[in-house]
Antibody
Framework: QVQLQESGPGLVKPSQTLSLICTVS??????????WSWIRQPAGKELEWIGR???????NYNPSLKSRVTISRDTSKNQFSLKLTSVTAADTAVYYC????????WGKGIPVTVSS | EIVLTQSPGTLSLSPGERATLSCRAS???????LAWYQQKAGQAPRLLIY???SRATGIPDRFSGSGSGTDFTLTISRLEPEDFAVYYC????????FGPGTKVEIK
């Protein structure tokens, strides 16, 4: 079955760029049925949708993060990625990738801390 | 942006009881594009319901969803010990947003 796995640094300095990759196994990211999304969750808080990418490269972002977010996909590696610029402590969270539109497959999540 | 409100914030019930969770949208959600998730501590969310009322693969039939427009409900007919968790609704009709969650705790 399809599985997703997040990877990337667990610690990012303030003002720098957070970069994460989601690797898809057991299925193709080139499917026209699904979007591929990023979601985050600060400790003890609710889920926040960050954005999504479709196989043709079209993207949609959360308006509150749009100016700092880029989501892209690499079909040759069956991966999609997240870049979040100018991070602050408020960006500290567990970051999840998921297959969308309703999110039926999730990665396990990767904790990211923004701290100097 | 569609804002989702969930109530109650916390639901205190005993195993075997019925749980009724509410999700209200600030605008009509087209084509019932509303999903429900369960999240336990330290785990990723798990899809329970999509399309407002369709159970995801492997989800027990004690979980049911209903509603349309702006008002949606998740019902757990008889709570099992493993059902005590946080539940989120999500709309995917206009971009995507999540509700703030309802915690179902043991009374």
């Amino acid at each position: 079955q399809v599985q997703l796995q997040e990877s990337g640094p667990g610690l990012v300095k303030p003002s720098q760029t957070l970069s994460l990759i989601c690797t898809v196994s057991g299925g193709s990211i080139s499917s026209t049925t699904f979007y591929w999304s990023w979601i985050r969750q600060p400790a003890g808080k609710e889920l926040e949708w960050i954005g999504r990418v479709y196989i043709n490269g079209n993207t949609n972002y959360n308006p509150s993060l749009k100016s700092r977010v880029t989501i892209s996909r690499d079909t040759s590696k069956n991966q999609f990625s997240l870049k979040l610029t100018s991070v602050t402590a408020a960006d500290t969270a567990v970051y999840y990738c998921a297959r969308a539109r309703y999110m039926d497959v999730w990665g396990k999540g990767i904790p990211v801390t923004v701290s100097s | 942006e569609i804002v989702l409100t969930q109530s109650p914030g916390t639901l205190s019930l005993s195993p075997g009881e019925r749980a009724t969770l509410s999700c209200r949208a600030s605008q009509t959600i087209g084509s019932t594009q509303l999903a429900w998730y369960q999240q336990k501590a330290g785990q990723a969310p798990r899809l329970l319901i999509y399309g407002a009322s369709s159970r995801a693969t492997g989800i027990p039939d004690r979980f049911s969803g209903s509603g349309s427009g702006t008002d949606f409900t998740l019902t757990i007919s008889r709570l099992e010990p493993e059902d005590f968790a946080v539940y989120y609704c999500q709309q995917y009709g206009s971009s995507q947003t999540f509700g703030p969650g309802t915690k179902v705790e043991i009374k």
